[in-house]
């Protein structure tokens, strides 16, 4: 089955004009992640307090399944894909900086639907958990830890030939839904400065930001060296070959 | 996997009779919204009151699994799925007409199952979440931008063919799971004029009624415009080719 | 995809010894509806009441995955099977008797596992939702409606050949989710006999218990004749050919 | 498919190293067990307590979605496999001790990113359920038959040949939440000595403890010889060929 997608990958690329192959993804990219901190957002504000009972169950299955169905949103682990092999470096940073956009119209939109109450009440659903800095090292950690699980399930489950699997929009899902019901609590789960961007620069909340880009920028390097080094197979591993 | 389904399909075509051809797809519409509306409805009805705990989970679990396990029940979407070369012109009306008509039958089959006082109290099972002007704004901008959004997921994998996937129920069962999640709040997530119709025309209820049918509407507009002048393969798009 | 593995089940047949074709079968229906109904009261006897805050939900998700994991365990289910021509007539009553007992099996397992103070609030896990004759109606329309809808989707998903696909385990299972979610509160969602008569014999409550036997019965039937008489393929349908 | 798969299996086991036939397996087991024990722990540790209302479902989904991405971290199981066929005894020894580490780096890593008093309360994620011998019967009761189940699962959906299917991480991950949700409150559902051991290593909780190592391994054994005896192919059965 895997073969038969790469040749029709193949005849594709060979017929697709530059549209298709360097701003349609990019526009992918901006309209995917837009959809998924748009609702990650509205699910934060409109999440009914604590007495609605749903507790972190709800941010977790919007988020999880906003990944599944737009498949595309990830920053840190677009590098991370580049890193294995899965992705051409010119590529890298237009996919950054449609992500980063599409975060901020997503962080937007969010403001549009809900009114201007809740979202007081959630702080714009930046990530404002974090308020002192004993909390600091469990976050970062947390952080470091969940993305590179998320990383190794994107790069083995879409880029390492042996491994991939038609499945994975689903695996990908249920890490981020898994992530955020153990993790929320600890460091508000956010994997990704893209969704951690455009919330705080709509609300100006930036309190213990650099968390959420050095975190899961050092989780997705975590997660490309154990699959370089060790995991991966023989084309994709660089050491053991 | 796609081009076998593709010869399949027409082999298929070539065989069908006039019944498996106009009359079977719409019979098959109706009978399916007309389950979705009906446990979407009882879901509603007897979902045991705040003290149950559940919230929005259980409408957006049996809202999004009747999706994925019916498929097909989506009026504006059937409009979408014409604008994208999905469908031919003469099926939307008898489908729509199907899709309606089966949201009636779906309303009256929830009226007969649930008791006399649970119904009132939930008036029906109609979108009554609506009560005053300052609501609107937010309720039709998140009808909109949620239909586009379940929209996009529907012509990206079941239309479009260099994205299609057999995955395609479940994509599009959770995009209703997380959008009654987040916000079933807002708006009420109705997505869908033929979830709207059967429930307001056995409670009598229509207050803010076309919310319901402009917005899922406007928003099946925007998924399609997407992808036909961006997003679409080749042949699905009509700009930049 | 289908017709390879028809082939390969025809040569697995015609290889296939006695025990495989006829005894093989009863026992996994045996196993599989022991282990649904052993989970299914296990959920109901030990939900930690209303104070643990799950609900419904809790009984929803272990019977749905229970189908989902153990795929065969339902007798009526199985007649509908053979009225739409995937199994032979003389394979039914060793099926449905597999089935009972399998039940009867779970629910001991169930008693063994529990204490007795639980078991005892539960009534053994028993349908012991329907107290008075007000109740009636609205649960045998429920039983019917929603076994109905249960039925077409495994006639859709496993016997009707252009419909068919690998994904039935999860259709099958996400109907009975979103069945107990919806219409829990109504009738207590059985759709099965087997899943009744085990609890009921081990814990002596019998009243309205035929509501299970008639009830799923007649849903069978209805969901057996839309695809017999409109929904099915030409192979499958006696009208309209 | 499945030919296919095999073929291509067996091409690339001609072609892979030392490293890739013995070291590799055993340090995917470590790695995926240590970030299945991790989030399991933080998410029993991070559970917000009771009136964070989720109760079991927090664990239940965190830990099944976990073994759905993960895919290989059960010890018994391992053993369970290679009774049936599928795998040859001189892994079985390197992929126990590599779970079982993985389980204390795992444990580790939870404690790592927690806070000492949110630590303290969950007793370090060890099962501490068990306080009193009352309970110890319907305890192992449980741990057998809900490990017997997941055995069974595995066996049948990624061992016997004529069952196998893509599906099987998720109809494994399926069996974990279903087994939390409704045998948590009895036993805990550990189904697995890597789960047990290195919370309690590090939490120095060790009252009944053996009942997670002779639970489990013997519900193995029940699903192996169900599987062995009964229920497999022609190949994998030992009886009534």
Redesign the interface.
């Given at each position: 089955?895997l073969s038969?997608d790469d040749d029709r990958l193949a005849s594709?690329r060979r017929?697709?004009?530059a549209?298709?192959r360097l701003?349609?993804p990019c526009?992918?990219e901006l309209?995917g992640t837009a959809?998924f901190v748009?609702?990650?957002c509205?699910?934060v504000i409109?999440d009914?307090g604590?007495?609605?009972?749903?507790?972190?169950?709800?941010p977790?299955?919007?988020h999880g399944?906003?990944v599944?169905?737009m498949v595309a949103c990830m920053a840190e682990i677009s590098l991370a894909i580049y890193l294995c092999g899965g992705m051409e470096m010119s590529m890298v940073p237009p996919y950054v900086v449609s992500q980063l956009l599409g975060g901020v119209l997503g962080a937007s939109?969010a403001k549009?639907?809900?009114?201007a109450e809740n979202y007081a009440k959630a702080q714009g659903a930046a990530f404002t958990l974090l308020q002192s800095e004993q909390q600091l090292g469990?976050a970062l950690?947390?952080e470091i830890?969940?993305t590179s699980?998320l990383t190794?399930?994107v790069l083995l489950g879409a880029v390492n030939a042996?491994s991939r699997?038609?499945?994975v929009?689903?695996?990908v899902?249920?890490?981020v839904?898994?992530?955020v019901?153990?993790?929320g609590?600890?460091s508000g789960t956010c994997l990704n400065a893209a969704r951690a961007l455009g919330p705080a620069l709509l609300s100006g909340y930036w309190s213990y930001h650099w968390v959420y880009w050095v975190g899961p920028l050092a989780g997705a390097l975590v997660g490309a060296a154990?699959v370089r080094l060790?995991?991966g197979?023989?084309d994709t591993r660089v050491l053991?070959?």
């Open positions: 089955l038969v594709r017929r697709s004009s549209y298709e701003v349609q526009l992918a309209v959809f748009f609702m990650g509205v699910s409109e009914g604590p007495e609605a009972g749903l507790g972190r169950l709800q977790a299955l919007v399944l906003a599944a169905v939109m549009a639907m809900t009114s469990g950690f947390g830890a969940m699980l190794l399930v042996t699997s038609p499945l929009p689903f695996t899902g249920c890490s839904i898994l992530s019901l153990a993790g609590g600890v154990l060790l995991l197979d023989r053991m070959k």
